[in-house]
Structure formats: C-alpha cells, structure tokens
Nanobody, 120 residues
Framework: VQLVESGGGSVQPGGSLRLSCQAA????????MGWYRQFPGKPRELLAS???????NYEDTVRGRFTVSRDNAKNTMFLQMSRLTPEDTGFYYC???????????????WGQGTQVTVAS
C-alpha cells in the first residue's frame, strides 16, 4: 500500500491550500486516515483524522480552519486548509490504517510528506 500526498506549496498568510492523499496498491479496506504535521526537530503531531464513515477530529489549533474529508471510492483523503498563518509552515504527512487482501491484518501506512510554506 502506498500513500501519495499532493497539493503542498507556498501561500501567503490568510490564504488556502488543499492537500490530497491517495492510497494505492493491494487494499482491502481503509479504516482511519489522518494528517500529521512536523516542524524541524520536532515529532509529528496529529492535526486531523477521519474515520471510514466520515467522523472527523481536529487538533485545537486547526479546528475551524482546516477541514478533512475523504472519498472512499477513490481511497483518497483531503485536507482543506484556510486562514493559513506562518505557524502552519511545516511538512505534512498523511497516514492510513489499511488492510490488504491477503488477510495480514491492519497496518498503519505513511505518505512521503509534502511541504507547506506560509510566508509573505
């Protein structure tokens, strides 16, 4: 199973970006998916997660500004980010708890990450 993020880049403060995360490969089912952010020298922090039926949870600093969604038919998750601030600058990773068709059980998979830079 591979996760591929896209949509990162540079934006001015107050702007918006939409990240995508598409899962591909030997997928039987995907459970919870999530977005993490990492600052240099810091551990990754969970920003938002979404269950298979669309139930979403957010970290306090992004609640109300970021919206996580998913398209189960396309094994894709999105993160709509608005009112971005320089403090949102970081490397963004997606993760998915997925099961393969070989019955090997649930595994947490990670994407390669994408850089988001918010600056004037």
């Amino acid at each position: 199973v591979q996760l591929v993020e896209s949509g990162g880049g540079s934006v001015q403060p107050g702007g918006s970006l939409r990240l995508s995360c598409q899962a591909a490969g030997d997928i039987f089912r995907i459970n919870t998916m999530g977005w993490y952010r990492q600052f240099p020298g810091k551990p990754r922090e969970l920003l938002a997660s979404i269950g298979p039926t669309g139930t979403a949870n957010y970290e306090d600093t992004v609640r109300g500004r970021f919206t996580v969604s998913r398209d189960n038919a396309k094994n894709t998750m999105f993160l709509q980010m608005s009112r971005l601030t320089p403090e949102d600058t970081g490397f963004y990773y997606c993760t998915a708890k997925a099961a393969r068709t070989d019955g090997s059980g649930w595994t947490n998979y990670w994407g390669q990450g994408t850089q988001v830079t918010v600056a004037s």
